[in-house]
């Protein structure tokens, strides 16, 4: 498969089949990620791979209330919530067989003082990010689908998906990822801006 190709098939999937992902793509994909750029070396990132049933289900619930929170706090009326409950746990969406939970360590830095404090843990969230596209782009290699879930990084819940994994609060969760076969159609789809509107040339 040609790159341009994976990046085309690269869709946010949000339903998948009842299937276990084998566990050599699960450490492939890792594998790739880690293959990323990684400010100043310090390849401070952590790859947390949530597959115990039990987890699962608690953190399919977490998915459910902080989409709710993050809907709340953009003016959603309460009725358009309960239909995303409905479409959580009575259809299954984002419920995967394996979520992966990209966190960054904020105490392993470079430069030390706290005028560059800001912008080291920027650089951090900017290499992990580049380690999950990585990590998705494989992922339709496999035949595999994906979605970025960046709402569990809501202080409350990440606190919650840290002390899941074991984790101190040093930690911080860039991202987490549900994993699946697709229980969806897969087509690309279009971007709202055409590329005139993003690309500046000077």
């Not at 085309?8 to 699960?26: G, T």
């Not at 998915?63 to 993050?70: I, S």
């Not at 580049?130 to 970025?148: D, H, P, Q, R, S």
């Not at 074991?166 to 969806?184: C, F, M, R, T």
């Amino acid at each position: 498969m040609e790159l341009r190709d994976v990046i085309n098939r690269r869709v946010s999937v949000r339903y998948y089949e009842d299937r276990e992902v084998e566990e050599d793509k699960i450490r492939d994909l890792v594998k790739v990620g880690i293959k990323a750029p990684t400010a100043s070396g310090l390849e401070n990132w952590l790859f947390v791979v949530y597959k115990d049933k039990n987890i699962r289900k608690r953190i399919h619930e977490i998915m459910f209330e902080a989409h709710a929170e993050y809907y709340r706090a953009h003016g959603l009326p309460e009725e358009k919530i309960e239909k995303l409950k409905t479409r959580i746990f009575e259809k299954g969406m984002y419920k995967a067989p394996v979520y992966i939970g990209v966190f960054i360590d904020k105490d392993t830095r470079f430069l030390k003082g706290k005028e560059y404090e800001e912008i080291e843990f920027l650089w951090s969230a900017e290499s992990a990010a580049m380690a999950i596209e990585n990590l998705m782009l494989k992922a339709v290699e496999f035949g595999l689908g994906t979605c970025y879930i960046g709402v569990t990084s809501l202080e409350k819940y990440q606190k919650e998906l840290r002390e899941i994994g074991g984790l101190d609060k040093n930690w911080y969760l860039v991202g987490l990822i549900p994993i699946g076969y697709p229980a969806e159609k897969i087509a690309p789809r279009p971007r709202r801006k055409p590329l005139e509107e993003v690309l500046k040339v000077i």
